[in-house]
């Protein structure tokens, strides 16, 4: 599959990602762009999107910067640090989520984003 970068755009903060080859990720690609507003949860983004995917290869826990696709509530998640749902250091979501792609640069900008800020994704081509 072809090199696929994104552009997330959310409270004044810029952070580019690299999607991975999974079919959820494919499925999130071709519904871009997608706008919506964030939620937070921790540190962790979340916002519903026009996807419905089932588990795929869906993990318990993620890796700093990793994005998520969560089945449960059609949300992709931007997983920065340990969430509410966290034992120590740990980065929990709230459920397993299929892991999409991973987030580049400095992700901790993402600290300074509030709820309910415009958050925008998409492709760059």
């Known amino acids: 599959m072809a090199d696929r970068k994104i ?17 959820t990720a494919e499925m999130v690609w071709q519904a871009l762009p997608i706008d919506g507003r964030a939620n937070i949860w921790g540190d962790e983004i979340y916002f519903q999107i026009a996807v419905s995917a089932n588990e795929e290869n ?29 034992r120590g250091e740990e980065i929990r979501p709230a459920s397993p989520v ?16 509030v709820s309910g800020s415009p958050i925008s994704i998409q492709a760059i081509v």
């Open 7 to 23: 552009s997330i755009i959310v409270g004044g903060v810029v952070i580019e990602a690299d999607m991975n080859d999974s079919a």
């Open 58 to 86: 869906a993990q318990e826990t993620v890796e700093f910067g990793d994005l998520g696709y969560w089945p449960p509530g059609e949300a992709l998640c931007l997983f920065f640090g340990p969430t509410p749902m966290s």
């Open 98 to 113: 299929n892991v999409i792609g991973k987030m580049l640069g400095d992700v901790d900008v993402l600290k300074s984003v």
